[in-house]
């Protein structure tokens, strides 16, 4: 049973920072594409940061600069560090991982298979 936990959303200021965590379980996070996506009250789900097995790194642009996404194979653990955050960066904040491979865009939902639950970041 694969399960991906967040962990690391609060209340900040803005120009703040926060550094989230998503930890797996039931599944092994080396091998395939690993991202963060958020959602904000009446928006759709959208994709911040992704990074491949490999480590390459893709930002939307609204984040570029100031959020950096990495990984911890040994630990199955998934960050996004966030800085500079801004009122429009406030959203529930979610982890999703793909089972295999795809060619399919890295900020694209359709490539995800698992998801967490969320944790709400909130800039004021």
């Known amino acids: 049973h694969v399960q991906l936990v967040e962990s690391g959303g609060g209340s900040v200021q803005a120009g703040g920072s926060l550094r989230l965590f998503c930890r797996a379980s039931?599944?092994?996070?080396?091998?395939?594409?690993l991202a963060w996506f958020r959602q904000a009250p009446g928006k759709e789900r959208e994709g911040v940061a992704a990074?491949?097995?490999?480590?390459?790194?893709s930002y939307r642009d609204s984040v570029k600069g100031r959020f950096n996404i990495s990984r911890d194979n040994t630990k199955n653990t998934l960050y996004l560090q966030m800085s500079s955050l801004r009122p429009e960066d406030t959203a529930m904040y979610y982890c999703a991982a793909a089972k295999t491979a795809s060619s399919l865009p890295y900020l694209d939902e359709k490539r995800y298979d698992y998801w967490g639950q969320g944790t709400q970041v909130t800039v004021s």
């Open positions: 990074i491949d097995p490999r480590g390459t790194t």
């Open positions: 039931g599944y092994s996070y080396s091998s395939t594409c």
